[in-house]
């Protein structure tokens, strides 16, 4: 038997035995190995359709066709009294105004129907409430004659990107064919062309999808955001002062923690329904208020900060605390001045993260009432306002084609913000973060 | 021999003069939680010169270290009880703030743990929070004076606004000896300082201990023989939470009592 192995020669990892054991640890690694690769391929092939299909939707939306119109600011038509009373110049009738600059332009329709048809490829209200503007402001134009961009109607803007089926028969399309022919003429003589979009940026929420834009909604976020930063960071790193390094180890504390760490997977729409009975019914704040929405935001946010500052004043090193305390510093000092400093990057990171998942939240402002149809932008936190996830809630809900790819716009507004905010808190914890 | 540490023999082979004592400790015991670590330690510390405590590791040393400047206040669990006197008061009184007795007792750790800060804020930091300077200028001599005692200046003076944590081993530990020197204590205690160094730092470390002993009362912990016997007067040792033996380092290393003292020094226990 023994002369079979030679034992001299054959160390006991060189047996056949260990041989099929090593071959089957190998075995185990790649397969633990795929498996993690094939994870991370399919975590990116689903971001990667995500982007591609909101940025694909949503890109046309930075885009916009408008019309230039010569204006003929007709007096007999806005001021027939010539009184020049801005009241009764707010009330004049630009529409005419603007339907008699296209009647001029084809000046061989004369149809009632077909006029009309003419006026829709104008956006009417984006056109006369330019000119009324423009009149209220300087009356002394009345009597010119105006060049101006006027946007197009959302159903030749459509048309124009190409999501309007011309090959469709017409009673199926929301263009006619004379309107379609029209356009193509607008279009050939210069007078129609695509703009870079400034109104989605400038303007706020409107019933025409041509005229809204989510100045109103970013207001209404940032000030929310302000207010929750305002009232989360202070009560968060406080709290997490406390009971990182002064508070007893107690029961007490022990359910503090717990609950914390719980409150941290709560639903946000639970946080909602808080805002809505305290801040709401119980001490009578405004509804639709940025206040109201800041402080149920402050409150979801709160656990995300407490843990990631207690994480972080952990994991600063205890040596550095001993060295303050041993020199005479107070627990106060010691803590005030070395710990909280070098747990800054951490807390900070934190801080913006648990902001970027405020900045992302719906449910919780639906609940106090931010969805309301707001086309002022909010000039102070207890004004009714929207939030950019609300108004692409809004959008999502609504069924033209030009809202579809708002809704889009909107989204990649918001993903630009978070990542920015993200990349931030990545970029402060690696330039803050300093070692000991 | 069962009672080790209150076998009065122990800590009478050092006979000191009332004047010349520092700290006056007796029946001292240290628990964390349930677990006692130091079982009732009698021991008289002089006002200058270097004492040293060595034995094996886990044995207290550190622990008993900290009862000089209340560290083990710090500890979550760790309880004291006995009696420290440092010039006849006893610390742990109930109307002794621990912040004003860590100002007078100053601590360098095994690890050098200079704060994140510059050279020059690191050694000011101390006499800042204690108000010990009226001016700007004043403080600047109290960190010169300070550095030059901890044989730093001359390496350090041009770049007092770097970072500590940027100096070599050797160098961050003698600016945490600075930085507690700048805070005028009268005793400094030493937990392992030369540990985390190599030979050069270490000889570097053990001359200045030599040139502040005069000015100061130093207790340092060292797990190596040789370096007690080369920096210190006088020597403890400790075995699993009691004072065997304490003696004038000469005697203890040439001429040991206690038959544990002997084992460790000649190397058959660690
Ligand atoms: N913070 C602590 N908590 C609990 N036990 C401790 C703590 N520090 C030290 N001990 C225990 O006390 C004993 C003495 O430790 P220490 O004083 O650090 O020894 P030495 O410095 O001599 O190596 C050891 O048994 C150790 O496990
Ligand atoms: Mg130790």
Redesign the pocket.
Known sequence: MSDATPPETTSIHQSADAHKLLRKRRRRERGFRMMGMSAIVMAMCALTWLLISIVGTGYTAFYQHQMTIDVVLDETVLDPNGTRDPDELRKANFRRIIQNTLYARFPDITDRRARQDLFKTVSASGATDLVRQMVYKTPSLIGQTLTLEVPTSDDVDQLLKGYIDREVSEDRRKLSDQQIKWVDELVASGEVHARFNWAFFTATDSRDPELAGIAGAVAGSFMALLVAFVVAVPIGIGAAVYLEEFAPENLFTDIVEININNLAAVPSIIFGLLGLAVFLNFFGMPRSAPLVGGLVLALMTLPTIIIAARAALRAVSPSIVDGALSLGASKTQAVFHHKVPLAAPGILTGTIIGMAQALGETAPLLMIGMVAFVTEIPTSITEPASALPVQIFLWADSAERAWAERTSAAIIALLVVLLSMNALAIFLRSKLERRW | MVTLSSDPQAASDMQLAPEDLKFHVRNVRVS??E?E??HGVDLDIAKTGVTAFI??????????LRVFNRMNDT?P??RVSGEVLLDGEDIYGPDVDPVLLRARVGMVFQKPNPFPKSIYDNVAYGPRIHGLTKSATELDEVVEKSLRRAALWDEVKDRLNEQGTGLSGGQQQRLVIARAIAVQPEVILM?EPASALDPIATARLEELIDELKDRYCIII?THSMAQAARVSQRTAF?HL?HLVEYDATNTVFTNPTDSRTQDYITGRTG
């Open positions: 964390y939680g677990k670590a130091l034995g094996p590791s886990g044995c207290g040393k550190s622990t008993f500890i669990g760790a937990d912990v400790f939470g």
